[in-house]
C-alpha cells in the first residue's frame, strides 16, 4: 500500500511538473537557445518578407515563427501574451527544382535568427540575436529600431500577430488586436 | 492517507493517459479532421510546390505540413512512421503588401486540402481529401497517381522526408532514406 503511495505520488509529481521553463540566461545575460522550439506551436511562415520595397531577391529566405505552448494557450484564451513568453524567428534558406518539385520554392538549411521575450523579470519584452548555429544569442541594445517598430506597429502587445493567420481572430475577439496592424 | 493515495492514484491516470487518437473515422469511412491538427509538430512550408515546371502563379499558396507528436517522437527514434502517423497538408493563400509588409509574401487564409493516415487496420497508407473547410475528408482511390507517384518519389516509406528539413538527417542516419528521394 505504501508502495502503491509512493508510485501515485511520483506520477503526481510527473503530472504536476511544468514543462521545461523556455527561459534560460547563461550568468553574463545571453538567452540560451530552447533546445526543443522545433516542437512548439507553429504561428505562420513567411517567404522574403521586407519592410522595404526594394529589397526582393533571387532566393529568399523562409521565415518560421514558433511559440512556447503555455504561451499559446494563454493566447487563444486571453488574446494577450503572457509572462514568459518565448517568440521564436527561424530563417530557413528556400529552393526549387528540389527532387521532384520543379516549381514554387521549399524549406532548406537554417537556424534561429532572433528571439523575441517577454520576461517581467527582465524588463518586459526583449529581443535576442543568434549568430547562425549559436547556441545561445546576445541582448539587441533597447535603443535599436526593432523595439520601436515593434511598438508602433505590432497589432498586439508589440508582436505582429497581424502576420499570424490563426491568432487575428482570436485577438479581434478579445478587444486586443491594434488597428495599427492593419 | 487513503486520500492522498486517491489523489495520487488520480495524478496518476491524468499522466498516463494518451493524447486524443489522431484518427477518428465516420461511419461512411470519412476521415474526422484532427481538430487541434495546428498544435502538432511543423515539418515544413514550401509555397507554390508543384511538379511541372509550366505551373507558376502570381499568388502562389503555401504548403504547411503537421505531423502527429506520437508520430514525430517515433520517427526521432527509428527513422520510419510508425502506425497511426497522420500528416497534414494545409493550404493557405499568399499575400504581400500587408501590413508593414513591403515584399515577399505572408500566409492568411487557408484550410486543410489533404490529410495523409498510415492505418494498418484499413491497409496502410491512405490518403483523404478535404473540401475547403469540411470536417471530414473522402478517401481518395487508391487507383489515383498520388499513390505511385509517393510510393515511387517519396524518400521515406511514401513520404516526402526530402522536403522536411529537420527529419532528412534523421532518415539518413537511421538508414531509412530512399535515394529517389534526392
Known sequence: MKRMLLIGL?????????PGDP???TKSGNLVLPADYREWIFLSSGIGMAYTSDASSANP?????FVNPSAYRAFLKTGSWPDKTVLVLELR????QVSINKNGRVQTTGSV???HVKDAS???WAFYRFAKGAPEGTLIPKTENCYSCHEQNGAVDTTFVQFYPTLIDV??????FKKTGE
Open 122 to 124: 527582465r524588463g518586459e
Open 23 to 25: 527561459l534560460r540566461y
Open 93 to 96: 534558406a528556400s529552393e526549387s
Open 113 to 115: 535568427g532572433e528571439i
Open 61 to 65: 529566405p523562409f521565415e518560421n515563427v
Open 171 to 176: 485577438a479581434k475577439s478579445k478587444g486586443t
Open 10 to 18: 511520483g506520477w503526481a509529481m510527473i503530472a504536476m511538473a511544468q
